[in-house]
C-alpha cells in the first residue's frame, strides 16, 4: 500500500502482492519494478541500504503470499541479486523435480534480510523456531529466532520484513532449567540487566544446540555466559516440588549472594535451575508441613522440604537474610505486593493484591491466591495518584485505560506504595498533594487552585419553590460551581422548567452561567459555574436512570450531569430512592443501578470509577431506625448523637451494601422528615 504522506490513515492504493513479480531495472541502480497481471510498477529507492532492504522483504512477501514453491533457480537468483521474471513467451510451469522446501528459502531470505540489518558485518549463526515467554508478557509465543555474533533477534514469522524484539548479548547471562518446572520442557533463560528471558527448544537435542552456540557467541562478545554466583552461604540436600511439577525430586542445593541453585547431584558444576532472590516476594515456613519452606516469585512457587525442623527454621531465617541483602543490593529487581480492597461499582469490596515490579516498572492485579498478570506501565500508563485524607488508607490510581479505587491494609501500606509508585514516575511540573475532597486538584501543569463545590437538594413534595430562596440559596456565595437537585419537583412543560431556570438564576446572581440540567421526570438536577471558570468547562454529558416500577417509572430513580472542569472530571448525582423505613435493600439496590446505569465518559467504566470527583446528593429516604417516641424525645432534647447511632445511610456505606467510601459531612441537624 502506498500513501501520500506518512500521516495519512488511508492509502492512495494498494497492490496484491500474489502472483507478482519482481524484476531489476539494469538501467537504474536503486530501482525495481513489480509486474502484476494488469498494471506494472516502476519504483526507486533512496539509498542502496534501503533499496536492499526493500527488495528482499518483498522477496519474502511475494514468496509468502503465492502458494506455490519457489524453485531452485529462482532462490538462488534472488539471493545472488539477479532475479527477473520469465522473458515473454517462457514457459512459466515449474517442474516437480525442482522443488525446494520453502521454509528452508524463507530462512535464507531471513539470513540475508539480518544480514543486510546489520550492516553486513553480522552473519547468522543460528536460526529456528523457539517458544519465547518474558516477565511481563508471560504467555508463550512461537518466534523465529535469529542469532548472530552480537544479538538474538525474534520475528513473528521467517518471513516477516521487522524483528519483533532484539537482545544485545554482551552482558547477558544463561541459565537452563529443570525440565517440570516450567509449562513446557527443554527451557533455558537469558537473564540481562534489565530483562529475563525464558525459552523453549522444540527438543533436547535442539536445546543442546542453542545453548552451545549462544554460550560461543556471549564468550566471543566478551561477556561471561554462566551465572556469575559468588560464594555459596548454605548447600545441601532439600526436596522440591514447584507449581507446575508437583512431584517431589530430591535436588542438591546452593545458597548465593543473588540466587539459589540446585543441581541433580552434588559433584555437578551446572545448575537445573535458579530461583532469582532479587524476584522473591515472599519466604516463610509452609503451613502443612514443619519442616517445609515456602519460596514465592511472580511467576512460581516453591515449597522446599528440609530434613527436620531445626535445619528448616536455619534455612528459613538465612533466606530472609539473604533475599533482604539481594534487594538492597539490586534495587531495579524488587517485588512489592499490596493487600487491598478494590471498590467497583456501587461501592463492592473486592479483595486484591496490587503487584509492583521495579524490574519492568508495571503494575498488575492478582485475584487471591491466583497468577500474576501486570496489566499497567507505571512510567508510561499511569497519570496520577490521588489520596483521601478523610480516609487514610484510601486511593485512586489513575491510568490512560481508566480509574481505580484501592483501600489499603493502613495507612503505612498506603504510604509505601504510592511512595514506590511516585518514585518511578517522571516528576510531573508539581507533584501531587493530599488535599480534602471539597478541594479539587487541577493536573497537568496548570496553575493549581481550589475551587469551591456547593451541591444542594430539596424535596419540593410537589409543589413549586417558594419566591424567596435565599434561606436556601444565600446570596454572595463563595462557590464557583452550585449543583442543585430537586425531587418531586412540580414543574410539566417548557415553560414552566424556563421558568425554573430563570427563578434559579435570579437568585444566585448574574455571576453564575447554567452549563447543564437534566430532569427525569420530577428528579433535576441543574449545574452553574462561575463565569471566570465558563471557558475552562468542556466534555459536558448528561442521563438519565429510572429505578421505578420495572426499571421503567421515573417515580424513583437519577438524573447525572458530568463535565470536565480543566483536566478534572466531576459527576453530579441527584437522586431519589426507595421510600419506607423496612425498604433499605430496595435504596442499595437503587442506587447500585443508577451506578451502573450512568454511562458517560468511557461506557465501559461506572461513573464512580471514571470520575476525579462524583457528587451524590437527593433524597435518599434513609431513615433513623428507631421507635416514634424515643425519636421524638432525642429531637427534642437535642440528642443527636444518639439519633446518628440509628441512621441506617452510614451503617450502609460502612458495611459495602452501597456508596463505600464515599464521605460525608456529619449531620448536625434534626431529622427533616416526617411528622413533628
Known sequence: SWYKGQQDIEARGSLSLKDVRLTRELQKDLSFSLLASKKNYHLCADNANEFAEWRLALLASIDAANVRKTTKSESRQALDGNFAAPAEGENDDFDEGDDVDAENSD???????????????????????????????????????????????????????????????????????????ESRD???????????????ATDSDDLTLWL????????????????????????????????????????????FPRVMAYYKDEGAQEPLGVIQLSDVSTVGPLGTSPVGIEIVTPRRTFELFCPDS?????????????????????ETHQIHKFDVQKIVRGGVQKPRSLIINLHSK??????????????????????????????????????VSGQYLYQFTSSYARFQCTRILRSLCPPPPSQPKEIPLSELQIPNGLPCESVRVMCATWNLGGNSPPEDMTGWLPPNLEADVIAIGLQESNYN???????????????????????????????????????????????VESCTIATGIANVLGNKGGSVVSFTLRDTHLVFVNCHL???????????????????GAKLGRKSMDITAEADYCFWMGDLNYR?????????????????????????????????????????????????????
Open 212 to 255: 552451545n552456540d549462544l554460550r560461543t557467541v556471549i564468550t566471543q562478545a566478551g561477556g561471561k555466559p554462566g551465572m556469575d554466583m559468588g560464594a555459596a552461604s548454605w548447600s545441601g540436600w532439600l526436596e522440591k516440588k514447584g507449581t507446575v511439577n508437583t512431584n517431589l525430586a530430591k535436588r542438591f542445593f546452593r545458597l
Open 624 to 676: 433513623v431506625e428507631m421507635p416514634w417516641e424515643p425519636a421524638v424525645a432525642c429531637v427534642k432534647s437535642n440528642d443527636l448523637a444518639e439519633l446518628r447511632k440509628h441512621d441506617q445511610f452510614p451503617r450502609a456505606r460502612e458495611n459495602g451494601q452501597m456508596l463505600h467510601n464515599f464521605w460525608e459531612p456529619q449531620c448536625n441537624f434534626s431529622p427533616t422528615y416526617r411528622w413533628l
Open 107 to 181: 530462512s535464507r531470505f531471513l539470513a540475508v534480510l539480518q544480514q543486510t540489518r546489520d550492516g553486513g558485518r553480522a552473519a547468522p549463526v543460528r536460526s529456528g523456531y523457539l517458544w519465547k515467554r518474558g516477565r511481563v508478557r508471560t504467555g508463550w509465543k512461537h518466534r523465529w529466532c535469529v542469532l548472530t555474533s552480537k544479538s538474538l533477534s525474534y520475528f513473528k514469522s521467517p518471513t516477516a520484513a521487522a524483528a519483533a524484539g532484539i537482545l544485545m548479548l554482551r552482558d547477558v547471562k544463561v541459565a537452563t532449567i529443570e525440565d517440570g518446572t
Open 310 to 330: 531445626s535445619v528448616a527454621e536455619m534455612l528459613t531465617s538465612t533466606l530472609l537474610t539473604v533475599v533482604m541483602e539481594s534487594h538492597s543490593q539490586m
Open 186 to 200: 527443554c527451557c533455558f533463560e537469558l537473564i540481562s540487566g534489565s530483562r529475563t528471558y525464558t525459552l523453549s
Open 362 to 399: 508495571t503494575i498488575g492485579q492478582a485475584l487471591p491466591g491466583g497468577h500474576t498478570k501486570y496489566t499497567n506501565s507505571i512510567v508510561n500508563e499511569l497519570l496520577q495518584v490521588s489520596l483521601s485524607l478523610e480516609d487514610p488508607r484510601l486511593a485512586k490510581l489513575s491510568f
Open 493 to 539: 412543560g417548557q415553560d414552566s422548567e424556563k421558568a425554573l431556570y430563570t427563578h434559579l438564576e435570579n437568585t444566585i446572581g448574574s455571576t453564575y452561567i447554567r452549563v447543564a440540567s437534566e430532569a427525569l421526570w420530577e428528579i433535576r438536577i441543574i449545574v452553574f459555574v462561575s463565569r471566570h471558570l465558563a471557558t475552562q468547562i468542556g466534555n
Open 578 to 596: 426507595a421510600a419506607r423505613v423496612e425498604n433499605i435493600a430496595a435504596r442499595n439496590a437503587n442506587a447500585a443501578d443508577i451506578v451502573g
